[in-house]
């Protein structure tokens, strides 16, 4: 997604090698303009899916999770990384663990609001060693909905998530795939490249 590069490349700034900050519209401020382009981009290519529902993860998936739902017309729900108060009973739950933070999180969903009738479109903001999504899957699979495609707004192509999840049959759309961050310079997988990878 063009505008998405190019906000990258405007704003986004390099940290290292591997961690790409991008706080100025995705992660701190968000920039309602850009999610609701991205929110279109994931409504045009899922069009065909029969997507119900969205599920994505608490905090900074749920901006672009609820564009795209704002776009389908369907309920988003946020997989929640702290226990709530009032959301107690009838949880599905995962484990999922940072290697970016070297932690464990369990996340959890009530299972009222996924079921089998369900087409599940996933959504997150980066996609790095995948850890998020697969905890994202095994919560959808619980409820025995269908997992009917995953949306990703930033993919470090250089870590191992994209290949993990493509390997294990889900389709992944990545607005922005990015292929290095070497020499503080953010280089993006070609399109002609990320052709040949599908
Ligand atoms: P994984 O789910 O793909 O395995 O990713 P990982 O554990 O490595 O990432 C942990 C957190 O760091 C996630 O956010 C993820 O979105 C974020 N992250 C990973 N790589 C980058 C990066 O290069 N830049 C930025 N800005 N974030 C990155 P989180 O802790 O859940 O944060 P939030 O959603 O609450 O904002």
């Not at 100025?24 to 119900?52: C, W, Y």
């Not at 997992?147 to 889900?170: N, P, S, Y």
């Amino acid at each position: 997604m063009e505008l998405l590069k190019e906000k990258i490349k405007q704003e986004g700034i390099v940290l290292s090698n591997t961690v790409l900050k991008v706080d100025s519209f995705l992660n701190h401020q968000i920039d309602p303009v850009l999610m609701l382009e991205i929110g279109k981009e994931f409504s045009q290519r899922f069009a065909d899916k029969g997507i119900t529902k969205i599920v994505t993860i608490e905090s900074s998936g749920i901006a672009p999770a609820v564009m795209a739902g704002l776009q389908m017309n369907v309920p988003v729900i946020f997989a929640r990384k702290r226990k709530s108060m009032t959301l107690i009973n009838d949880l599905l739950t995962a484990k999922v663990h940072s290697f970016t933070k070297n932690e464990t999180n369990e996340i959890s969903v009530s299972n009222k609001y996924l079921t089998e009738n369900d087409q599940v479109l996933i959504i997150d903001d980066f996609l790095a060693n995948g850890q998020a999504a697969i905890g994202l899957i095994d919560i959808v699979q619980q409820a025995k909905a269908n997992i009917a495609g995953i949306g990703i707004v930033i993919e470090k192509a250089f870590q191992e998530g994209g290949q993990l999840l493509r390997d294990k049959g889900f389709e992944v759309v990545s607005l922005a795939r990015v292929a290095s961050l070497e020499e503080g310079k953010v280089t993006f997988v070609s399109d002609k490249t990320a052709e040949v990878m599908k």
